[in-house]
């Protein structure tokens, strides 16, 4: 197996820990009179797109910067709510740049190129240092130092948090950055504005087609490079853990203006969500990893168990995270713990009025953090509600938010009854392709972030998708799009007035007039529910050959009947949600039929990619090493026809075994 001519990663030689240090040194650069000189384009103002944009134009590069809301502060990045990733070992627990970078190779599943996760791990200390300099209030210990907790797939502390709002924080931090440059003229912000497509001239890309969602009206704007940081897919399968207006719009433009899409199928399904309630919902909601912290996770051994939690004594629960995986217990990565709930509920062992639920319990941490408490206060005889009441103070000011929110939407005191929970959609590990640089297929076009396919394999684990868009923004990018400026300073401006400009704008104006002019019966919602449905009932947490199969026709079914019955109300020149909402679920029509190709492309069993034909005796991933050690990079061809490219994963540093956490 040979990668593919189309992907030249451009890994840097050298000893893999050297690599980052010896491109720096030597990667081309553009003089700052030169700078001031250069365009570029930031599409999404989230972690990566407002670190990106606020660091090129702190270096001197003029800096457009797109969001579809009316302000960077309404990125999906707030909702990120259980920390940030870092090879600091403040705890002396045995921490390290290399053990990082190992715990995430293998968290991925052994499917992320090693170059580029080691990098991360490098520069994530460095993201530690930048944030607090800013302002960004992590929580810290009794003596001052920046205090850390555990996440899923590791046996350290090396998660640096905010309460349970880090994303918030973070994001508060990258938008100030951003602002200041607003505020100076070196960035210019265009709120309330989506990008369309992408303008490609000789090649490379010089600028997009966007439109102003309050008027209506088209908009070219030109750059000598253009950044996609416009965040993850997850809404392809309408219910998840994003924010409703997260699409896959700005990376499926460029991925049909030539950038390779890779790895689609790798989806993260998140553990530890409130449940689904009924056919009403378009959104569900995340409760933080952080929760597995401390919480035990359990479902009554007894099946359709209908007590009240609390009623069921310890002999008669199943705690199956610890049962099945001693060495993690409940801190297992993502896709063990979810497909260990789908197992229970499956089994018959589910809980709550729709049997698919499991219990997240607080009641041992509470009651050892009171009995703390109490041995600080010298407190001897201290009674149970006293130890109960100063455990439930210690709790609160861990993951108060995250309680208070729970209570909110389900009406339950999560202090005196366990939590409901169950997995759902949540991170998109694939994305745009992307070279060492974070450059796509298509010359002068970047992903950053969720974005792209970078550095998490075939499941992210806890805590890196902030890690990953802020070293992307804050020390990648600043790098690496230099050594391309740096052949850019002759091209002089670049005009909107090409004939590039003037052929994607008409396509862009002819789309959106067809979808106007169709003028059926169906909603532009309704057929993003139903393909909702198929994705997560054939390409959801489980998958196989002949589920997938009838999801492709059925995808192309669907297609064709929502380009000749959808209704899109309004008109083009105005403020009008249903036609941006037609749009995106076009995109989302197309990208979901390629996803269920590229799983059904894949026959193994790898991370969040589980294939039900392949798996060991006792239910877990069974990979194929041998035939499927590539990142699947798929280049459009035409409506439902994808070439498939292979890049190669090579393994130098790390030893490849069968993952266990057992």
């Known amino acids: 197996m040979a990668t593919s001519s189309l992907l030249d990663a451009k890994i840097p030689a050298g000893p893999l820990e050297e690599k980052w240090t010896r491109y720096r040194s030597s990667v081309p650069l553009v003089n700052p009179a030169n700078k001031r000189r250069l365009e570029v384009i930031v599409i999404g103002t989230g972690l990566a797109g407002a670190s990106a944009a606020a660091t090129l134009a702190e270096l001197g590069y003029k800096v457009k910067a797109f969001c579809f809301q009316d302000s960077p502060r309404r990125a999906h990045s707030i909702a990120a709510q259980g920390g940030i990733n870092a090879a600091k070992n403040y705890q002396n627990d045995g921490d390290s740049i290399y053990r990082l970078f190992y715990d995430t190779v293998k968290g991925g599943d052994y499917r992320s190129r090693e170059a580029n996760v080691y990098r991360l791990s490098q520069v994530s200390g460095s993201i530690i240092d930048q944030c607090v300099a800013q302002g960004v209030p992590f929580a810290r210990e009794y003596g001052g130092l920046l205090s850390n907790r555990s996440f899923g797939g590791v046996q350290v502390q090396r998660t640096f948090y905010a309460a349970g709002q880090t994303g918030q924080q973070l994001l508060l931090g990258a938008y100030s950055a951003l602002e200041r440059q607003v505020g100076i ?11 369309l497509d992408v303008v490609v001239i000789d090649g490379k890309c010089r600028g997009i087609i966007a439109r102003n969602l309050v008027t209506g009206e088209i908009e070219r704007h030109a750059g000598h490079a253009v950044l ?24 499926w433009k460029a991925h ?20 689904v309630s009924g056919e009403h919902q378009s959104k569900l909601t995340l409760m933080s990893e952080s929760l597995r912290n401390d919480g035990r996770i359990w479902v009554p051994l007894k099946q359709n168990d209908n007590r009240n939690p609390n009623d069921i004594p310890e002999a008669e629960r199943d ?31 589910g809980v709550g009025p729709s049997r698919m639920a499991v219990y997240l319990d607080y009641t041992s941490a509470i009651d050892r953090y009171g009995k703390g408490e109490a041995n600080k206060n010298n407190m001897d005889n201290a009674s149970a509600g006293q130890i109960r009441d100063m455990g439930k103070a210690v709790v609160k000011e861990k993951y108060g938010n995250l309680f208070d929110m729970y209570k909110q939407i389900t009406g339950e005191d999560p202090y005196e009854v366990p939590m409901r929970i169950y997995p759902a959609v949540h991170y998109t590990m694939g994305g745009i392709w992307v070279d060492y640089n974070l450059m796509t ?100 947490m489980a998958r196989n050959a002949q589920g997938l199969q009838e999801a492709i026709q059925e995808i192309r079914a669907l297609r064709k009947e929502f380009w000749s019955d959808v209704r899109v109300t309004g ?10 909402k037609a749009g995106r679920v076009a995109d989302f029509m197309e990208l979901g039929e ?5 799983a059904l492309t894949r026959n193994e069993s790898c991370g969040g990619h589980f294939r039900e034909e392949y798996q060991t005796e006792d239910g877990e991933a069974l990979r194929d090493d041998e035939n499927f050690m590539y990142v699947s990079a798929w280049q459009y061809q035409s409506e439902s026809q994808w070439e498939l490219h292979k890049e190669d ?14």
């Open 185 to 195: 003229g070196a960035v210019k912000m265009y709120t309330r504005h989506e990008m």
């Open 319 to 349: 705690y199956y995270l610890e049962r099945r995986y001693p060495a993690f217990g409940n801190l297992v990565p993502r896709d063990i713990a979810s497909r260990a709930a789908k197992e229970r509920c499956d089994a018959g062992y």
């Open 256 to 275: 049909k203006r030539g950038a390779a899409f890779g790895n689609p199928c790798f989806t993260q399904i998140h553990p530890t969500c409130i449940p």
């Open 649 to 662: 994963l090579e393994y130098e540093n790390i030893k490849i075994a069968q993952r266990s956490y057992k």
């Open 594 to 598: 390629l996803m269920c190709l590229d």
């Open 571 to 580: 008109t083009a020149d105005e403020l009008n949600p249903e036609l941006d």
């Open 228 to 251: 996609l940081c416009s965040g993850g897919y997850g809404n392809v399968f309408y219910l998840s853990t994003n924010a409703m207006g997260s699409n896959v719009t700005a990376a």
């Open 441 to 540: 297929t298509v010359p002068g076009l970047y992903a950053l972030g969720e974005a792209n396919f970078s550095d998490h394999g075939a499941n992210r684990l806890g805590a890196s998708a902030l890690m990953q868009g802020l070293a992307d923004g804050y020390f990648v990018i600043p790098y690496t799009i230099g050594a391309y400026l740096a052949n850019e300073i002759r091209s002089g401006d670049i005009s909107v007035n090409h004939e590039a400009f003037d052929k994607t704008e008409r396509e862009v104006i002819e789309r959106i007039e067809k979808l106007l002019s169709i003028q059926g019966k169906t909603s532009p919602e309704h057929f993003h529910r139903r393909l909702g449905k198929i994705m997560w009932d054939k390409c959801g």
